[in-house]
């Protein structure tokens, strides 16, 4: 596998001896026991602890291994083979349950998330994984979207599932002609759930996405992948625990939606994938 890691301070190549990455200016970053590298340094930060928090880590992990998004995380393994991509940066990968699917289809994968709970999590479950020829295409990175830890084109696809979209940093990270996957929730995705849960439900607006990253990238292709859900009271505290609700709405609302001991409703995605058109 090649090295692709950059160090964030001085934007050299990192090169891993031993248990520790390490550029030409020796500025070194030790690798957890867990398997993943922190290269969120203390100049890029702007909280003690960002991105999701361990409950919703947690919640996030019960949730997928239940199977619930899986039309979604096989449509995007599906979308990355039909481009034959070598090198994949999935940025905002969380505890790692579609990373884990574009391990098998692509031979080297860097993943990075902010939240450190959430990269400890997803490696150490791909190094425990029985299937450990996962756990060894995967590097695993705490590390920012404002400063992407790989070099400059180094990467043939991006992704960004559910996840911000640091628009410079992705155009210098990927090769020419380099490509970008998003998801983003479709119009009407859990929609059930918000009624539920909030006075005004708005309908999400996926496209305004691909005119965020015009024209610098231009769209090849749009999917939407529906699937129906009938949640126990498990899986619904763990949908809501998982997603911005969890915070966003009223407690006593949150409250009469969880004791429901199932609720039945749609979750629905917009799968984009996007061509980077500069050199």
Not at 102 to 112: E, G, K, L
Not at 225 to 246: F, G, N, S
Not at 256 to 272: D, G, M
Request: net charge neutral; with cysteine.
């Amino acid at each position: 596998m090649s090295e692709l890691l950059m160090c964030p301070i001085c934007r050299e190549a990192l090169h891993l001896e031993g248990k520790t990455w390490q550029c030409e200016n020796r500025h070194s970053y030790d690798q957890a026991k867990q398997g993943y590298v922190n290269l969120h340094v203390v100049q890029h930060k702007n909280s003690k602890s960002p991105g999701d928090t361990p409950d919703a880590v947690a919640a996030r992990r019960r949730f997928l291994q239940t199977g619930a998004y899986q039309p979604l995380q096989q449509a995007v393994s599906e979308l990355l083979q039909s481009i034959s991509s070598k090198a994949v940066l999935d940025i905002g990968c969380g505890e790692g349950y579609y990373t884990q699917a574009m391990a098998d289809v692509v031979p080297q994968v860097v993943a990075v998330d902010i939240a450190k709970s959430a990269v400890q999590t997803a490696a150490k479950q791909a190094h425990q994984s029985n299937e450990n020829h996962k756990a060894q295409n995967i590097t695993w990175v705490v590390g920012t979207g404002a400063v992407l830890p790989v070099l400059d084109q180094s990467m043939e696809v991006c992704t960004s599932l559910f996840s911000p979209l640091p628009k410079v940093e992705m155009l210098r990270v990927l090769k020419k002609r380099g490509y970008l996957i998003i998801v983003t929730p479709a119009p009407q995705h859990l929609f059930a759930m918000r009624e539920a849960l909030f006075d005004e439900v708005k309908a999400h607006e996926p496209d305004k996405f691909v005119t965020q990253m015009s024209p610098e990238f231009s769209l090849i292709s749009k999917q939407i992948i529906t699937t129906d859900l009938d949640l126990d009271q498990q899986q619904l505290k763990d949908l809501i625990a998982m997603t911005p609700y969890a915070w966003k709405a009223k407690a006593y609302k949150r409250q009469a939606l969880e004791v429901q001991s199932s609720f039945q409703l749609s979750a629905s995605f917009y799968l984009f994938l996007l061509q980077k058109c500069v050199d």
